[in-house]
């Protein structure tokens, strides 16, 4: 079945830290990829995107994001984590033909100062 | 680009009541998004407009649910007989035509039902 899964529910890093989250989905084609971030009881900002090419994008506020067409994997990292990025992070792709997203069930964020 | 806005942001409303969401998109936008997010899930699509035509729905979409677009503008979703599990957050999302563009959404109205 298609999907996309976020298998960390919860992380907890220390501020200064370095943060990976992880994305995998099965899809036939390469679909559009998304990160987005949701602060309580807000909407979602979107992060990055990928839709071809260099395969390492970057995105607002120091994050980045690779993807991996052999690991079906579009992780999302940041080499500095701030107090401020504590938030929860929905992985989204677009398959192939549709233009709905199909999103992760959310990574939480909690950052230690 | 004035972003995404949706109204009411809360709504509290007894099992059985109608309630009624609005959603005013970005107004170059020609594609509106509805998507519903419970506790502790991303959210979920349940229907989409380019302009005032509705092209898709989710099997989520029960007859109990209309979502309009009328011109092309602004959006309603209506739920009619709310039940318990209609209690979510409920958010709306536009887009330019591209197929690639991406989504912005607005910051959601609440639905709780008591």
């Known amino acids: 079945a298609q999907s996309v899964t976020q298998p960390d529910i919860h992380i907890t890093v220390s501020e200064g830290a370095s943060l990976e989250l992880r994305c995998n989905y099965s899809y036939g084609a390469t679909p559009y990829l998304f990160w987005y971030v949701q602060s309580p009881g807000q909407g979602l900002q979107l992060l990055l995107k990928y839709f071809s090419g260099d395969t390492l994008v970057q995105g607002i506020k120091g994050f980045e994001a690779e993807f991996k067409r052999s690991q079906s994997s579009f992780n999302l990292r940041k080499p500095s984590v701030h107090w401020s990025d504590a938030a929860e992070y929905f992985c989204a792709v677009v398959p192939s033909g549709t233009y709905k997203y199909i999103f992760g069930t959310g990574t939480r964020l909690k950052v230690l100062a | 680009d004035t972003g995404v806005s949706q109204d009411p942001r809360h709504k509290i409303t007894k099992r059985g009541q109608n309630v009624t969401f609005r959603c005013d998109p970005i107004?170059?936008?020609?594609?509106l998004y509805w998507y519903r997010q419970t506790l502790g899930q991303g959210p979920e699509f349940l229907t989409y407009?380019?302009?005032?035509?509705?092209?898709?729905k989710s099997r989520l979409l029960s007859d109990r649910f209309s979502a309009e677009r009328p011109k092309g503008s602004f959006s309603t979703l209506e739920i009619q007989r709310t039940e318990q599990g209609d209690s979510a957050m409920y958010l709306c999302?536009?887009?330019?035509?591209?197929?690639?563009?991406?989504?912005?959404f607005g910051d959601g109205t609440r639905l709780s039902i008591l």
């Open positions: 107004s170059e936008h020609n594609r």
């Open positions: 407009f380019q302009n005032e035509a509705q092209l898709e």
């Open positions: 999302a536009s887009s330019r035509g591209d197929s690639n563009q991406p989504q912005h």
